[in-house]
């Protein structure tokens, strides 16, 4: 009896751990149709105005022609997952999800061949996947290479405004386990170095326990690296 509880208990576990990994890494099995083509107009002024920022100003490339609503939780997730960071579905439409960046940079995001990372008092763009060093990026002058290591620009205001970096700290953490699942040359592969990254994006945050629950989460087994 004790034995059959026990698995009983192992294989909800399990269940659980699947769901919540599914939910913690949202942009896996992203599809184009799952994509937003054109965010609202609503919601695109309310980031141009939270950031302070024209609607032709890519984070990374600065000046651009293709510059979209790049929601760091992605859409098609509904918010589903976010409640378990100490957030909530309606956060997913907040501004501190979205980010303004070109289009390319939007859909490498997605597909986790790029991450953003925090570097000092800089947010940098990091690019993962080697075959895109030599793409353009769409509406710039750049190829991703140019902007591989490139600081994204933020208003100076005071207080300042940033995204929500829990959410760039698990977008980072699946980032790095995705390049190293397909043998991609990252410098943070390494555990230490990967935890060391999602730590130096969550220590920006002001939120202690947020930081305490995306750790927690990180640290389940089949999350980990
Ligand atoms: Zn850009």
Redesign the pocket.
């Known amino acids: 009896m004790r034995l059959e509880l026990k698995q009983e208990l192992r294989q909800t576990r399990e269940s659980v751990n699947v769901l919540i990994s599914f939910e913690l890494d949202p942009w896996e099995g992203i599809t184009d149709s799952q994509r937003t083509i054109e965010s609202s107009q609503t919601l695109k002024q309310t980031v141009l105005e939270y950031y302070h920022i024209g609607a032709n100003f890519?984070m990374?490339?600065r000046s651009?022609s293709k510059?979209v609503n790049a929601h760091i939780w992605p859409v098609h997730s509904r918010g589903k997952g976010l409640e378990y960071i100490g957030l909530d579905p309606s956060h997913l439409n907040d501004a501190r999800n979205v980010l303004r960046?070109?289009k390319s940079?939007e859909v490498a995001f997605d597909k986790k061949e790029v991450m953003i990372i925090a570097d000092g008092d800089q947010f940098i763009l990091i690019v993962l996947n080697p075959k895109l060093m030599d793409e353009p990026?769409e509406g710039?002058p750049f190829k991703f290479k140019d902007?591989h290591k490139y600081p994204l620009q933020f208003c100076h205001r005071n207080p300042p405004v940033y995204p929500f970096r829990r959410l760039l700290a698990i977008h980072a953490h699946q980032a790095i386990c995705n390049a190293v699942k397909h043998n991609w040359p990252c410098d943070y592969s390494e555990p230490m170095l990967a935890l060391e990254t999602v730590k130096n994006l969550l220590g920006k945050s002001v939120l202690g326990d947020a930081r305490d629950k995306v750790m927690g989460f990180l640290d389940r087994g089949n999350l980990a690296l």
Request: one cysteine or more.
């Open positions: 890519c990374v490339c651009a510059v960046l070109c940079i990026v710039t902007c």
